[in-house]
């Protein structure tokens, strides 16, 4: 359909969509919570998100969703 989901980086959300797949992108922005407002989560986020993840979900799943996605998407190819 040309939509391809971002999910932002915060925590439990990236896990919650990983159980589903891995067809998304990390996502930095504004935090949508009233009770914090202006709240953002810098782009150091993803890096270190994906290294605690990887404890968990192993390294496969990132390259699909770092690298693969974004080619995608980009019509871009990642070297390495």
């Known amino acids: ?15 919650q ?3 589903e797949g891995t067809r998304f992108m990390m996502e930095t922005d504004y935090i949508d919570d009233p ?3 202006g709240a953002v989560l810098g782009p150091k ?3 270190k998100r994906t ?6 979900y192993g390294e496969e799943p ?3 969703i770092h ?3 974004p080619e995608k998407v980009y019509d871009i190819e990642i070297e390495l």
Do not use: H
């Open 45 to 47: 986020t993803i890096p």
């Open 17 to 19: 969509a990983i159980e």
């Open 67 to 69: 690298k693969e996605n």
């Open 35 to 37: 009770d914090r407002p």
């Open 51 to 56: 290294i605690k993840l990887m404890e968990t």
């Open 62 to 64: 990132f390259w699909t």
């Open 1 to 15: 359909m040309g939509i391809f989901p971002g999910v932002i980086s915060a925590k439990g959300a990236i896990e």
